[in-house]
């Protein structure tokens, strides 16, 4: 059995300020960051005996996890269990990528957010040299404010063709069909973003093959769902695990609706769900990464039905792209 795992731990403290995000510049006391740590040792100690299931595991911290040195060794750790086929983390890349040497290269990968006035272009660029270096997967991100564009075209023609660009939809921003078209320009697939998907009784994946673990082992089906479906530590989750249509009207953060049976966006995504890269990145007519052929996205029909204020679109709601925060201020 195959089973994603969406791990979220008390850290909620973060280097950055973005003016965005609710965890922006937030400080944990010591006591806070001694659980998170044995929280994080409990779960991986957990994944690495657990042999009889095929595990993918995604780390979705409040805060920057790769600061800490108990997230950057659980990375490296799991990277090399055999039945562990990926290990990701969201990211701001703010912190030393060289710890990632020590890794297995083909299971482990960063779904990383971009912050302009957090970072310099070319610090953040460097970082991502480096990565290409250490032959590691990552997906690059950024919020698709209006301040932001000038910086996401910059870094897009800086980026690598193979490196997949996505845009998150800002919260409380409109997009009229012209502006939804300057961010789909750079992003084939930001027309998921844009739009809340109806979920109500739709079936998902989530509950089923992919499920949300918290710090103190509560399983969940999803981060939006506070229903929950048993404890990791104690398997009353195992017989838990079947198809079940989702009880939330909306789902709007791609962590969430990716698992959305109706919207398909698991093929899309093959192969990537967890770091989001696409199947087929690049475009037609780009080099096409190692392992993926050159074909043409499904770009994502721009058109009237657009959210507006007050509706939480998730995927960068902090610096790692974090979802599922009590305060989506941004997303």
Not at 69 to 83: D, F, I
Request: charged share 20%; net charge neutral; proline share 8%.
């Amino acid at each position: 059995m195959n089973l994603t795992i969406l791990y979220r731990g008390p850290l909620a403290s973060c280097n950055y300020d973005c003016p965005y995000c609710p965890f922006a510049k937030r400080h944990d006391p010591p006591q806070l960051l001694a659980a998170d740590r044995a929280a994080l040792t409990r779960f991986t100690d957990w994944v690495t005996a657990t042999t009889d299931l095929r595990l993918s595991v995604l780390f979705t911290p409040w805060g920057e996890g790769l600061t800490r040195s108990w997230y950057r060794k659980a990375m490296v750790e799991l990277s090399h269990l055999p039945h562990l086929d990926r290990v990701v983390i969201q990211t701001n890349l703010a912190a030393r990528v060289e710890w990632l040497a020590e890794a297995a290269p083909d299971r482990v990968a960063l779904w990383s957010t971009y912050h302009p006035g957090q970072v310099t272009r070319e610090q953040f660029l460097a970082r991502c040299a480096r990565l290409d270096e250490l032959g590691i997967r990552y997906s690059v991100g950024v919020v698709g404010l209006p301040e932001h564009l000038a910086e996401a075209r910059a870094l897009r023609a800086a980026l690598p063709e193979s490196v997949y660009l996505w845009v998150n939809a800002a919260e409380g921003l409109t997009y009229d069909p012209a502006e939804e078209s300057v961010w789909t320009a750079l992003d084939p697939l930001f027309g998921y973003s844009v739009r809340p998907h109806p979920s109500l009784g739709r079936p998902c994946h989530a509950g089923e093959t992919a499920v949300s673990v918290a710090g103190d082992g509560t399983v969940r089906r999803c981060h939006f769902l506070p229903e929950p479906i048993g404890n990791l530590y104690d398997g009353s989750w195992r017989a838990a695990l079947r198809s079940r249509d989702c009880t939330t009207a909306v789902c709007d953060c791609h962590i969430g609706y990716v698992h959305l049976k109706p919207l398909g966006l698991r093929e899309v995504f093959a192969g990537g769900v967890l770091e989001r890269i696409p199947a087929v990145w690049p475009v037609s007519g780009a080099p096409a990464a190692v392992g993926h052929p050159a074909r043409t996205l499904p770009v994502v029909a721009i058109g009237a039905g657009v959210s507006g204020p007050g509706v939480s679109r998730c995927g960068v709601s902090g610096p790692g792209g974090r979802c599922g925060a009590p305060d989506r201020s941004t997303v």
